[in-house]
């Protein structure tokens, strides 16, 4: 059954030329099937450049919205459009606007996991694999840095020099893995290195060996001797990293890593967005150009 979805899947992807991109963290069948898969800022690289007339984005809305404001001729599909970010939905345009206008002239730099309306009144946007690039990039010694409270503050560790406004909002996913289950996981495998993701909370990410974005993580196991690892983000990267690496042995440093969001999406919902070319995810023409300015800065850094 599951051999004909995929058939069907791939007979449309051809049929409308269509790319199917997909997060990291998307179910492992769905991670089989995709065309590209990647964090955050490859999958905006590959939106921004693909020649594809569709994009069939497997993920979740702020990253479809951010394909859409990068490639305005294109159809952006996002086959669950509940998918959301709950991340994302923690600021406002009219709050960031507020903030803003408590520190006037204070750049913005805006975490990807965001609105296109929030992107719009931002500076410049982030990915977790190029933040501290992007904030070292400001001429300016004092910045806004929106949502993710812990992104912004691994980063300002690194840059003491610079002064952050932080806005408080995180990633439920990651703020549920605590301190006490990584603690145990450290204890039960001494012989592995731990792993992370910035978006933890700062007292976990203090643990960490390595603290990176998700595909920087399949770097690091990649190239590291190390033979086993607690990986602290969400469980859908273990499908690649054991991939990868199958000699090596992957942990998850807590078993609330799983987000239901990024679990959303099944190669039915797939098949259904190809058959009828829907749900499209479109932004409006005057945030789209704001909020397009904000990633092109980013995208304009260049990569290592
Ligand atoms: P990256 O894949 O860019 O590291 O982002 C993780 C994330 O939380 C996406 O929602
Ligand atoms: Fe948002 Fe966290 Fe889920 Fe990523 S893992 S989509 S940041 S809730």
Same mark, same amino acid.
């Given at each position: 059954m599951q051999d004909v979805v995929i058939q069907q899947i791939k007979f449309l992807l051809n049929k409308h030329n269509a790319v199917l991109l997909a997060h990291n963290y998307m179910r492992d069948e769905v991670q089989e099937i995709a065309d590209i898969t990647g964090d955050s800022l490859a999958l905006s690289i590959e939106a921004a450049k693909? +020649?594809?007339?569709v994009i069939v984005f497997c993920g979740v809305h702020f990253m479809a919205e951010s394909a859409a404001i990068l490639s305005p001729g294109k159809k952006v599909l996002?086959?669950?459009?509940? @998918?959301?970010c709950p991340m994302a939905d923690m600021v406002t345009a009219e709050e960031l606007e507020l903030l803003k206008s408590a520190h006037p002239g204070v750049p913005v730099v805006t975490y990807v996991n965001s609105s296109a309306e929030v992107k719009a009144h931002s500076d410049i946007c982030c990915t977790s694999a190029n933040a501290l690039k992007v904030v070292r990039s400001l001429p300016e010694n004092e910045l806004i840095f929106v949502p993710d409270r812990n992104l912004g503050r691994w980063v300002a560790q690194f840059v003491p020099e610079k002064k952050f406004i932080f806005w408080e909002g995180f990633c439920p996913t990651h703020e549920r893995m605590t301190l006490a289950a990584v603690q145990q996981k450290k204890a039960e495998h001494p012989d592995a290195l731990f792993i992370c993701h910035p978006e933890s909370a700062p007292k976990v990410s203090a643990l960490a060996d390595h603290v990176c974005s998700t595909s920087g993580m399949y770097d690091y196991c990649r190239i590291s001797?190390?033979?086993k690892f607690i990986v602290g983000t969400?469980?859908?990267?273990l499908y690649k990293l054991r991939l990868d690496s199958p000699d090596k042995e992957f942990v998850l440093? +807590?078993? @609330?890593?799983?987000?239901p969001n990024m679990k959303l999406t099944s190669l039915e919902d797939v098949l259904l967005s190809l058959q009828t070319l829907s749900p499209v995810i479109t932004v409006p023409e005057d945030i789209r150009l704001k909020a397009k300015g904000a990633l092109d800065r980013m995208l304009a850094i260049p990569r290592d």
């Open positions: 693909t +020649s594809a007339d996002l086959p669950r459009p509940d @998918a959301g001797p190390a033979k969400e469980a859908g990267i440093a +807590s078993p @609330a890593l799983f987000c």
